[in-house]
């Protein structure tokens, strides 16, 4: 979890620049859900061979099991 069991808050990045982040509110007891948002509810093109990240803050401390499933569109 994140510093005494708080949020932990993931940046997701488009070639390296914060588009967005993925939220833990509570990260202690049960299995919990992120939240994903992007910058001021924008949407984000991707063109062939952008690179998408996800970077984990510095303060997870015990998260363990965690996967991200992101979804898209091809417009």
Same mark, same amino acid.
């Given at each position: 979890?994140?510093?005494?069991?708080?949020?932990?808050?993931?940046?997701?990045? #488009?070639?390296?620049?914060? +588009?967005?982040?993925?939220?833990?509110?509570?990260?202690?007891? =049960? =299995?919990?859900?992120?939240?994903?948002?992007?910058?001021?509810?924008?949407?984000?093109?991707? =063109?062939?061979?952008? #690179?998408?990240? +996800?970077?984990?803050?510095?303060?997870?401390?015990?998260?363990?099991?965690?996967?991200?499933?992101?979804?898209?569109? #091809?417009?």
């Amino acid at each position: 979890g994140g510093a005494n069991g708080g949020a932990v808050v993931y940046d997701v990045k #488009r070639n390296g620049t914060k +588009i967005g982040d993925v939220t833990f509110a509570n990260t202690t007891g =049960a =299995a919990a859900a992120g939240t994903f948002a992007t910058q001021a509810a924008q949407q984000y093109v991707f =063109a062939v061979g952008d #690179r998408l990240t +996800i970077e984990s803050p510095a303060n997870v401390q015990s998260m363990t099991d965690i996967s991200f499933n992101l979804a898209g569109f #091809r417009s």
